[in-house]
């Protein structure tokens, strides 16, 4: 009786273990990558908060007259007393508060630092220069926005 040897079929052991070791690297590859895109995504809402932060309160100051008024002193990181632009110098917090001082608990990671100083802006003289620091100390960014308030309107 003549059989008919078929040609083996399937996977031998040492073709089975090598085709887990490409797939385990292959698959260790792609997770790193992921790993490490994922792990900066949130650095774009950082940087948009520190912008609107900083944004807001140069608005903020700017729209305030530019002669020096008398004020009462602020309490804690409150701005509501603050009626020049002067006033905000050396203003600093940890935490982003509301003009009231109000603590806003989705901005606790953030703090900020205002400066104002008189300069001249383009050959005007009445020039306030006002820079604004925002930072997170927690993803080591930090974001400056300068502005300027002329005398204008008194």
């Given at each position: 009786m003549w059989t008919e040897r078929r040609p083996p079929r399937g996977f031998t052991?040492?073709?089975?273990?090598i085709a887990i070791v490409v797939v385990g690297v292959g698959l260790a590859g792609v997770l790193l990558a992921l790993r490490t895109a994922t792990g900066r995504s949130g650095d774009p809402v950082v940087q948009r908060q520190m912008q609107a932060i900083?944004?807001?309160l140069l608005e903020e100051i700017q729209l305030k007259p530019y002669a020096p008024a008398a004020n009462s002193a602020a309490a804690g990181c409150a701005?509501?007393?603050f009626n020049d632009v002067s006033d905000y110098h050396g203003h600093a917090s940890t935490g982003i508060c509301a003009v009231d001082g109000t603590v806003i608990p989705a901005l606790a990671g953030y703090s900020l630092s205002v400066?104002?100083?008189t300069g001249t802006l383009a050959g005007v003289a009445a020039a306030k220069?006002?820079?604004i620091t925002v930072s997170q100390p927690a993803s080591g960014q930090s974001l400056q926005l300068v502005g300027w308030r002329t005398d204008y309107a008194s």
């Open positions: 052991l040492p073709e089975v273990i900083a944004q807001e701005r509501d007393t400066s104002v100083s220069r006002i820079v």
